[in-house]
Each structure stands twice: as C-alpha cells, then as structure tokens.
C-alpha cells in the first residue's frame, strides 16, 4: 500500500514547481523499502522454509520502477538489481532507510505552501525507530544466521508494519488535500506575474504607438521631455513584461530551488521588479501626457483638466502602492503579529499624547462650548418646522380613520352565512385562536394543552408489552454463564507420544488429584513473592504490608514466626541451597534470616536493589543492581563486581558450576544515541557472562516484555518469563568459538529456543514462572485471574489446566511456588492481592484413599470430590524431606 501511495505521489507532484527532489527522494524512498522488503522476506524464510520460498535477487525490482524511462533512474534500478543483499546488511539497511525518510520529510518541509504536521510526526517517529531498531541489531553482526535473532527480526515487523499503516493514511491525505493546496497557491502566484507582464506588455504597445506620433516633436523643450518620458515608460513597460515572463518560468520549473535555498536579493527581483517597473512605467507615462497637452498647445481648459485628473489617477496610484508598502513593511516588522490598521490606530494613539495635538484639541472644545447655543437654537427651529407640517397633515389622516371604523362596523353587523352551519364552532374557535395568538401566556396554554391531548391518544393506540419475554442474552454472556470447571484433563497434543506411557499416565493421575487444601490469610496487603524451602520444611511470603513470614509444613500449614521491616516493602524472599537461611530484600538492601527468625545480618545498598540470587554453594550472594551484578558474601562485603553494559538487569540465574551467569533485562540507550518513540517495544536481551573470563559470551535478543529468568538445577535448561506471553524454554550448549585465538578458551555457550509453552486460553501472567515437581520436569504458571498451567517440560504438552473457581470474582494472583521437597505428593502455593496464600496439594486425595481402605464410606461422596475436583479445606498435607 505504502508503495503505490509513493507512485501516486510522485505522479501527482511532478505538476509542482521545485518537485524534482521530493520526487527523487520519493523514489529512493521506494528503492529502499524493496530492499528491506527482501530481507525480511528472506528472514521469514529462513525461519519458516517449509512455509516460505526464497526468492531471487532479480524479482526484488519493481515493475512499476523499471518502465520509467529516464536514464538516471535506469541506471539507478540497474544497479539496484545488481547489488548483493545478505542477512547481515539489516542494521545498515535500515539506517539507510531511516536516512531515506529523513531526506523525504526534508524535501517535503521545502514546501511552505502547506505544512502537514500528521505526515511529518508519523515519518520522524518512524526514522527514529528506525535509528533504534539499527542500534540494537548491530549487536548481533554475526548472529543473523541463529534463530533467536530471525526471530526477533521477524517479530520487529509489527513495529515497522505499524509505522508503514500511518504513513500510508497520512500520504493519502497529503495527497487528496495538501498537494491540490499547494498547486493552487503555486497557481496564484503565477497568475499575478502573468497579470503584471501582460499589463506590462499592452502598456508597451501604447507608449509604442504614441511614440510614432510624438516622435517628431522635437522643436521645443515640453516636446523633448514628452519623448523622454514616453520612451521611458516603453523601457520599464518592456522590462516588467521580460522579469514577469523570466520569474513566470522559474516558478514553474520542476528542476528550480526552493525558495529558502535562493538569495534574498535574487528572489526580492524577481517577485518586485515586474510590479515596481509597471509603476515607473505609468509615472513616466502620466508625465509624458501632461507634459504632451503644453507642448501639442491645446486648449488652457483642457490642459487643465488633464493635469487635475492625472494628480486622481496617480494619487490613488500612490495610495495604493504605499498602502501595500506598508503591508510588507508591517509583515517584516512585526513578525505576522500586528495588521496594519492596528499599528496605524497605536500610531496615531501615539501622536495624540504630543503637545501640540492636546493643544488643538482643547481649542476646537473651546470652539464647540461656544457654538453650542447657536446649534441648540437651530435644533429648536427645526422641531417647530416639523410640528407645523404635521398639525396641517392630521385632519386628513381622521377623517379616513373615521370612515375604516364606520367600514368595520357595517361588516360586523352582516349576518353569516357560516355561522348557522355544522361548522360554525370550528370557524369560531379558529378566529378565537387567531386573536388568542397574540396573547404569549394564552399560546403557550394552547401548546401545553395540544401535547397532553397527544400523549393520551398516543397512551390508548399503544400496545401492551407482553409480559413473560425474557430478554435475549448476547452470545458472550451465554458462554460466560456457564459454570467453571474445577479440573481438566490432558489437552490432546501430538507431543505427549514422546512421553512414556506409565510415566504420563501416573504423572496426569498425580496432577488430576491437585485440589485447594488450605486458605490462609497472614497478610494485610499484596503478597509479593512465595517460596518453599529447598528441603520442604517451610514456606516464606513476603507482602507489601513490611512483613515477611514463614509457615511450618505439616499435617496443616501452622504460622512458625514473622519477620518485620521498617525500612520499606519487602519485595523478594529467597531461600539458601540448604535451607537454613533466608534472604529478604527491600528497597536499598538486604536481611539474612534464620529459619527461626532471627536476623543475623542486615546489608544496606547504595542503588537499587531489583533482584538477589544466592550462588549454588551458599557461601555468597548476588544483588543485582541497575546494570551491575554485585557478588557479596554473607556480612555484605563486595567480592566482586560485574558489569554488563547498557542493560537494565530484571534478574539473573547462575549455572550449577558458578562459572555463568544468565541475565534478561530490557537494553537502555545511552543519552545521546537514537530513542525509540513511545508506542515501540524497547529491546530486551538475554545474556550470557562468563564469570571466569568476564566476558559476554552470546546475546539474544527478545521483543516481549520480560519479567523473570530461572535455570534447572540438573540440566541446562533456562526458562524466560514474560509479562504478557506465555513461558519460553531455552537451552544452554557449549559450543566451540574458531574465532577465539591468543591462547582463549575455545569453548562458549549460546542459548538456543527449544520451545514456547501455549497457553489453554489467553491470559495475563501473574508473577513469574518456575521449574517443578521431581527432576524438574514440571513448568508451571498462575494467571491474574487465578487459573493455572501445568506443561510438561520435554514436550510443552499442557498437563493440568485449573481454571479460577468462581469465573465472576477476580483473585488477582500475583505469585506462585512449587514445594521441591516432596517426593510422595506434589504441593504448590498461590498469593494474591488481598493478602490471602492459598496451598493446592494431593496429600489429601492420598489420605482419603488411605482411609478408603480402613473404613466404609460414600463412593459417590468422594468420586464426586476427586474427580470433579471439588475445592476442599482439608488439614491433611504433604510429607517432607527430613
């Protein structure tokens, strides 16, 4: 679309004057975009080569560019065809492009006739964009052949196929309505320079032809001055007609400059000369004529005459032509502030504040004191003019008055005709309504009356409503109104054939038994984040109300301490491999915990703390402060520092052999390179450090945003979580670098996508996402409105899919943890914004088969419970690694 808007641009600007470069950087403008058309194609096909064929270098002309039959642009799109276009060309295709819509908004300001403020923002937003998307993608030079980056590119065409929608609709308007404007105010200013040549032109032709009858009148010294001055009016008649012709055929030039690129002095003559030189011509013309009445020797009367209206004729010349003097002189003066009335009335303000001008002013009020009598006396004598003429004019006027009155009265006493008939109450009341008319208060009774007579005629012709209808549902409320299911089975899915058959069938019986067995409320406000202890003895919240709590696990959830903070909201709760400690994080710092509560050491901050990750060991930490990862050990002294660049860290995770480092965060511009506009995505990236050699080993970049990162303990697996899509599953590999030399490991790692995760239906993720059950082989997710996914981490096969209990109240979840310490049931525990910690576990559906066993019971009590998954408060709860 945006490609033939450009043709029809074009096409519709070469009318313009000036219009060769708009139409050249139009041109370039479509060159380029075929270009980055390509290359994206080539990307999408490469990412996708059982849906996509790649194409050839030869089809990425256009057609449309290609009939043009200019040499220039021949040459141009030969060229074009010719040049090699490869992946790793995207960055500087694009800051080409951003050039190539910089120069076309340039070119399209040069044309002050119209001024586009809708075309103009959307295009320098999009070249700003554009200047970021080419910043970002230079980071990954060589890596365009990996997936993780086409992948990227790929997803950067919303962004871009974004801008291209705007640009289109306001090109299509600049096309409808500003280029008409432009071309007619180009249209107005030629039409004046062709008004004064042509003027110029037949007063030449008159100065000609009285020339030939003067032109041997040569005796005396009037004669002589009458050639003269003729002559010279020819001279300034046949200049003004050539400047007017010449700045004529410059205006209309598709090839000329635009007017701020030419001198002042070159563009002041030509849009003046042809109208100053009109002037003089008519000067010299008008002296030549009086001049020409003495020296012909006509008659005195007719010299006269002549000479008084020529001083007419050329005084409302001169008035005319200083009047518009003074309008450019206002215009230059005051900046297009002022009109010229304005500055006269403020002038002549001025001139009335002098002395002399309050001096005559008080002597005309003395002069109009004294006259005064004199006009209060012919006043008088005009009144008793006009009272006599009218006292002689009366008499007439009641005599006929009389004679209408006596009229009147004899047409009243005529009987009717209408009056007997069946119609005389409606003629009545007509001519009541008729003298009633007159009367406001009585018409607007009559008005009042007529719309009450209307309601009770409408009242008694409307029909009933029948009653029992009930009203028709939309579709949606239909679909809502049914009841929400508890549980769900395995979502058919070609992936879980890979799984094994005993294995998939105990795991999907393990994750049907999963039921609410425990609701708890410790906290006063949003819980912020949840975790179970590593060796399942405890849980620890933390909550926006300063207060972070553990709970012993056993046969209940049972409250074991709480743990205050004064100095702000505790945002994170973190566990040591061992579990003997806890770390809590605030603000600007930290707090180690006993399992007891007891606090050992509290470690303040200098920056902002966003995340803490505890090393594999437990000997140190990590905080995790803007774009720097701090190693602290557990009395808070600096270990090490490790530093990543423009990124904003969100968190990191840490390899098993604390030797990388994995780091997501959005990418943060430096204050003087290219922003990105308000409505892009800012690039996020993961990153892989290397520890050992603190070097950044791979990059990847993301376009989501991105709010957690976590890594298996057992396998290389990293799982990325996002705001507002669902969980992706990466895999670590270590790689051999050829390009490594100077003694350098030849070792890496690179991340590799190994799938996305699906969500069952479209949801807004709450919190992030985590690794569970045993081996890690669970990934689990909570969203806002309080359902839960469970995939398997092989197959991203969707296991258990527990949708909210109540469709019609929000939960607002805000956590999720899964309890990594059991190996006899399977346990994980939700927060949410009210404060409440809900605990869904299958201890209980294992006690009632253990009491199934002993004792009689209702079958169709618990077949009901267990397989519709009936939400239960049951004290009964998971074991725990001793």
């Known amino acids: ?13 070469r009318e313009l004057g000036s219009s060769v470069g708009i139409v050249w950087s139009a041109f370039r403008l479509q060159e380029r975009l075929a270009k980055i058309l390509f290359l994206f194609r080539e990307n999408a096909a490469y990412l996708y080569p059982r849906k996509i064929m790649h194409r050839s270098q030869e089809v990425l002309v256009n057609p449309n560019i290609m009939e043009r039959r200019q040499d220039w642009r021949n040459r141009s799109t030969i060229a074009f065809s010719q040049d090699s276009l490869e992946l790793d060309m995207l960055p500087d295709q694009l800051k080409s492009l951003a050039g190539d819509v910089g120069a076309f908004i340039g070119c399209l300001n040069e044309f002050d006739e119209f001024n586009d403020e809708a075309i103009s923002q959307s295009m320098r937003s999009f070249e700003d964009d554009l200047r970021y998307f080419s910043t970002c993608l230079c980071q990954y030079k060589n890596q365009f052949r990996s997936s993780a980056v086409q992948r990227y590119v790929h997803d950067l065409t ?4 974004g801008h291209l929608d705007e640009i289109t609709a ?4 600049f096309i409808e309505i500003g280029i008409p404007t432009i071309w007619f105010h180009q249209q107005h200013a030629t039409k004046n320079l062709m008004n004064v040549s042509t003027l110029s032109i037949v007063f030449g032709v008159v100065d000609a032809s009285l020339l030939a009858l003067s032109s041997h009148m040569t005796a005396t010294i009037p004669a002589k001055l009458v050639n003269m001055f003729w002559m010279s009016s020819l001279l300034f008649s046949i200049a003004g007609g050539v400047n007017g012709l010449v700045g004529l055929t410059w205006k209309q030039s598709t090839y000329r400059s635009p007017i701020h690129r030419v001198p002042w002095w070159l563009l002041v003559w030509m849009k003046g000369s042809p109208l100053v030189f009109l002037v003089i011509a008519i000067a010299c013309f008008s002296a030549g004529v009086v001049l020409f009445t003495y020296s012909s020797k006509q008659n005195p009367i007719t010299s006269a005459i002549i000479v008084v209206m020529t001083l007419v004729a050329s005084s409302g010349l001169i008035s005319i032509s200083g009047w518009f003097v003074l309008e450019r002189w206002t215009f230059l003066r005051q900046k297009d502030q002022k009109w010229l009335g304005v500055v006269i009335s403020e002038t002549l303000d001025q001139l009335a504040e002098l002395g002399i001008v309050r001096a005559h002013r008080s002597v005309m009020q003395w002069c109009s004191q004294r006259l005064a009598p004199i006009r209060t006396y012919l006043a008088r004598f005009l009144d008793w003019l006009t009272t006599s003429r009218t006292s002689k004019t009366k008499p007439k006027n009641d005599a006929m008055t009389a004679a209408t009155q006596v009229g009147m009265a004899r047409h009243s006493r005529m009987p009717s005709t209408s009056s007997e008939g069946p119609g005389s109450s409606d003629s009545h009341k007509k001519r009541h309504d008729i ?4 009367n406001p208060r009585v018409r607007f009774q009559n008005a009042v009356r007529a719309v009450i007579e209307l309601q009770r ?4 012709r409307a029909k009933p409503i029948r009653p029992g209808l009930p009203r028709r549902d939309s579709w949606w409320q239909t679909s809502m109104s049914s009841g929400p299911e508890t549980s769900a089975g395995p979502v058919p899915d070609p992936g879980l054939s890979a799984l094994r058959g005993a294995r998939v069938a105990k795991v999907i019986e393990e994750l049907k038994a999963l039921e609410l067995a425990q609701e708890l409320f410790p906290h006063a406000a949003l819980v912020r984040h949840i975790q179970f202890s590593p060796n399942g003895r405890y849980l620890a919240t933390s909550s926006w109300d300063r207060k972070a709590m553990i709970f012993r696990i056993g046969e209940t959830l049972m ?11 505790v945002s994170q709760v973190a566990w040591s491999p061992n579990g003997r400690l806890l770390l809590t994080r605030f603000t600007r710092g930290h707090k180690l915990w006993s399992e007891d509560g007891v606090c050992k050491q509290t470690i303040d901050r200098s920056k902002t703390v966003s995340s803490v990750v505890w090393l594999p060991h437990g000997q140190a930490i990590l905080s995790i402060e803007g774009s720097e990862v701090v190693k602290l050990d557990l009395h808070g002294k600096v270990l090490d520092v490790y530093h990543f660049g423009h990124v904003r860290l969100i968190n990191v995770a840490v390899t098993s052999d604390c030797s990388r480092l994995i780091a997501i965060g959005p990418s943060v511009t430096p ?6 506009t308000r409505q892009t995505k800012v690039e996020k990236r993961i990153i892989v450090f290397n520890m050992l050699t603190r070097q950044k080993e791979s990059q990847t970049p993301l376009f989501d945003d991105v709010r957690d990162i976590s890594i298996s303990k057992r396998m290389p697996f990293v799982l990325v979580s996002f705001e507002q899509a669902p969980p992706q599953l990466w895999k670590l590999e270590i790689v051999r670098d050829r390009a490594r030399t100077n003694g350098e490991s030849p070792l890496t790692a690179r991340l590799n996508l190994k799938h996305s995760f699906a969500l069952n239906v479209p949801t807004s993720i709450a919190g992030s996402c985590y690794f569970g059950g045993n081996d890690e082989q669970f990934v689990f997710c909570v969203g806002k409105a309080g359902d839960v996914h469970i995939w398997d981490r092989e197959t991203a096969a969707l296991l258990r899919y ?6 019609s109240e929000t939960r607002d979840m805000t956590c999720i943890g899964w309890n990594d310490g059991t190996d006899e049931s399977m346990m994980f525990a939700t927060g949410s914004h009210d404060g409440t910690v809900r605990v869904w576990s299958t201890a209980m559906v294992n006690r009632v088969d253990e009491e199934e066993s002993s004792t009689e019971v209702d079958s169709d009590e618990y077949r009901g419970m267990v397989c519709q998954g009936t939400v239960l408060r049951h004290s009964g709860m998971c074991g725990r690694k001793q």
């Open 457 to 460: 005629t409408t009242g008694k």
């Open 158 to 161: 919303l962004e871009i196929g």
């Open 1 to 13: 679309m945006l490609d033939k808007q450009l043709r029809d641009f074009e096409n519709a600007s």
């Open 170 to 173: 306001a090109l299509t308007i």
């Open 559 to 569: 409250h074991h301490c709480t743990l205050l903070h004064v100095r702000g909201f």
């Open 671 to 676: 204050p003087n390179g290219p922003q990105p």
């Open 435 to 438: 003298l009633d008319a007159r």
């Open 802 to 807: 527990i949708r909210p209990m109540n469709m």
